[in-house]
């Protein structure tokens, strides 16, 4: 049962890194062409459908392993395995993610791929889009924190250990609203035409 349980967990570990590599990447090649001043339409369209398959695949492992483990640990500890904070943390998030991929596959890219481009969004559509975003990448990397902090279980409360979540949350899509705006703004500037000056004008 030990060996079951350490494969459950190393395949769980696995989905998780892909996930997060994936998303991670394709995070950075954003903010690189938002940084200059732009964003593709093809990149935006490219970077929503690859971060919406990834979020789906590995939810999907995730969900799958991360249920048998609980079994296997729930056959062992019996029911106060579940009164354990880190667990609890962990499931909120997950759940969180799931939603969140949902919204992203249902609202968020049918508007990008309609829109060609993040930056072409309507305010509030794009407002949703990089706090769905935000809250993705910031939930990938709290998930993983709580999963490999094993000295965290039983150690402090559900509330300790989500305090720092919806901060991370917050700066996150703060950080990324004030990029886009300033990538908009860039973009705009770009395509105004200079008046052109005559020679004979004079």
Request: with cysteine; charged share 10%; glycine share 6%.
């Amino acid at each position: 049962m030990e060996l079951f349980r350490l494969g459950l967990i190393y395949v769980h570990l696995v989905a998780c890194c892909v996930a997060i590599g994936l998303v991670f990447t394709s995070d950075v090649a954003m903010v690189n062409n938002l940084l200059k001043g732009h964003v593709s339409s093809e990149h935006d369209n490219a970077h929503m459908a690859s971060l919406q398959k990834t979020v789906v695949m590995a939810l999907i492992f995730l969900w799958i392993t991360g249920a048998a483990v609980i079994g296997v640990d729930y056959l062992d500890k019996g029911m106060t395995y579940f009164a354990n904070p880190k667990l609890q943390a962990k499931v909120i998030i997950v759940l969180l993610l799931t939603y969140n991929g949902m919204f992203l596959h249902r609202v968020v890219l049918p508007a990008l791929q309609k829109a060609g481009s993040l930056l072409d969004l309507e305010f509030g559509v794009r407002t949703l889009a990089i706090f769905s975003g935000a809250l993705s990448g910031v939930s990938w990397l709290y998930a993983a924190m709580l999963g490999v902090g094993r000295p965290l279980a039983w150690k402090y409360s559900l509330l300790e250990l989500l305090t720092a979540y919806p901060v991370l949350i917050v700066l996150g899509f703060a950080m990324m609203l004030a990029l886009t705006q300033w990538a908009r703004k860039q973009s705009m500037v770009q395509e105004t035409p200079w008046p052109l000056t005559s020679m004979n004008a004079r």
